[in-house]
């Protein structure tokens, strides 16, 4: 009972965060501006080539990874491992597309900034940084459920938080997305992967 009033809990934050990066952008955009005013003020020729490998993964690595995932649970049977990582890199995915195309927010070459890679559709919100956390989110999740050491879910935890991180600085750095952008992806990913453990706490409890 405790484990689903927290995981209600967590998805009251994602809607939160979701309905933040909404308000940013249509009432601060100061916010996103300074930020992405900085951002462009420091590029470099390296930061330039690390942005473009991690904006690279954080795109064609993710639908890979979640096959693999999945194929490797439903072999093995482990079907809530399967519905941990699938359901929410789908739902945060679909999501994601519905609010790009009801939004309709611009890019931010079209408030003058300079973009490094060429992204023609709307900016809100970030569907690699979406596609990267939920799918990190979801191997951390059922990681923290395994019998591994504490030491090694520490280390993996780091490593995959850096690299949601990266990829969401990259597309900052790319002048492909505002700041509002990314709290609104990070807000789907964190409603979705919880509401799922939610659906799936409350199915075992009626087994």
Known sequence: ???????????????????????????????????????????????????FVCSWAGNYLVAPLTIIAAAVFSIRKEWHYFAEIVLPVILASLSCTLLKAFIMR???????FEALVDEPYFSFPSGHTTGASVLVLAFLIILWQSAIKVAYKIIYTILGIAFTLLVAWSRLYNAVHFPSDIIGSFGLVIFFSFATLYAIESLRKQN
């Open 106 to 112: 611009p890019r931010p070459i079209c408030f003058g």
């Open 1 to 51: 009972m405790v484990r689903r009033y927290i995981y209600l809990g967590l998805c009251l934050v994602g809607a939160l965060l979701i309905g933040l990066g909404i308000y940013l952008c249509n009432y601060i955009p100061d916010f996103d501006v300074t930020i992405l005013r900085r951002l462009s003020s420091q590029r470099s020729t390296f930061l330039t080539k690390v942005a």
